[in-house]
């Protein structure tokens, strides 16, 4: 299976300069602002926040520009849970599979080759169009 691209469809999403709004440690949220500059004046023409939930795992800067998510393959997400020591080999087959069911790894490659990863529950989005 190939990653699930650009996941909240948008347009043009390399130009939106993203940055960590609030990570709320307590609720297992991530909270991320992105911004699409797109006046000769340098005015925010479009404001997206893409909310994270249930976040157990976050790698990466707190400010990137590109807001190309995709969501990565199982078998992927699986490697970064072992990876970041989530599961182990002692894990019963059964908390490894309802893991799977339940959370994704969520990527972003930022313009500078930096790949942002995230393992959550869910993620939603809304967008702001200003002008």
């Known amino acids: 299976m190939t990653n699930l691209e650009n ?24 909270r991320i602002r992105a911004e699409r500059f797109e006046s000769a004046l340098g005015a925010t023409e479009n404001l997206l926040e893409m909310v994270f939930t249930d976040v157990l ?10 807001a ?3 969501i990565a393959p199982r078998d992927t997400c699986l490697a970064k849970l072992f990876m970041a020591r989530l599961l182990t ?4 087959e059964d908390d490894v599979e309802e893991t799977l069911d339940n959370y994704h790894l969520f990527t972003v490659q930022t313009s500078s080759g930096f790949e942002i990863n995230m393992i959550a529950h869910n993620s939603h989005f809304t967008i702001n169009m200003i002008g």
């Open 7 to 30: 996941i909240f469809n948008l347009n043009q999403p390399e130009l939106y300069d993203c940055y960590v709004e609030r990570y709320h440690s307590s609720f297992h949220v991530v």
């Open 68 to 70: 190309n998510m995709c």
């Open 57 to 66: 795992y976050f790698e990466g800067p707190f400010h990137w520009t590109g």
């Open 89 to 92: 080999d002692d894990s019963p």
